[in-house]
């Protein structure tokens, strides 16, 4: 497989080895692939839910969706994602609602270049 070819500041936008941590682990490759394009699929979804939430002022909801998208980037190894979505955590269980929408600004962008890495690394 490649190098990643999406970077933010120098870094990858995916760590491959998360992944390959994931299908060792299960001692399945097929499975962390399906994990992968899982995560894509739903990728959207969770930062709709997430931008909803935040405009709706709805802490709880915003909560469960941030711990969503914070643990399945982890283990699909989306770094920004995760880096974002425990910030934004920590925003909304401190309730401080105007950071946690500044932060939320990045996340399109930032799912935007989690996709493309992911396509890259499904497509090798």
Same mark, same amino acid.
Request: hydrophobic share 40%; with cysteine; glycine share 4%.
């Given at each position: ?20 941590? %994931? ?60 880096? %974002? ?11 401080? %609602? ?27």
């Amino acid at each position: 497989m490649t190098d990643d070819p999406v970077t933010v500041a120098g870094e990858p936008s995916l760590d491959r080895s998360a992944l390959g941590k %994931l299908a060792s682990d299960m001692e399945d490759e097929s499975f962390a692939l399906a994990f992968a394009r899982r995560y894509q699929q739903l990728l959207e979804r969770r930062v709709s839910r997430i931008e909803s939430a935040l405009e709706d002022a709805d802490l709880d909801r915003a909560m469960d969706a941030l711990l969503s998208l914070k643990v399945s980037s982890t283990t699909a190894g989306t770094r920004e994602l995760a880096t %974002l979505a425990t910030g934004m955590e920590a925003d909304v269980r401190t309730m401080d %609602l105007g950071s946690a929408r500044r932060r939320c600004d990045s996340l399109r962008d930032a799912a935007a270049r989690a996709d493309r890495a992911l396509t890259a690394y499904l497509r090798d």
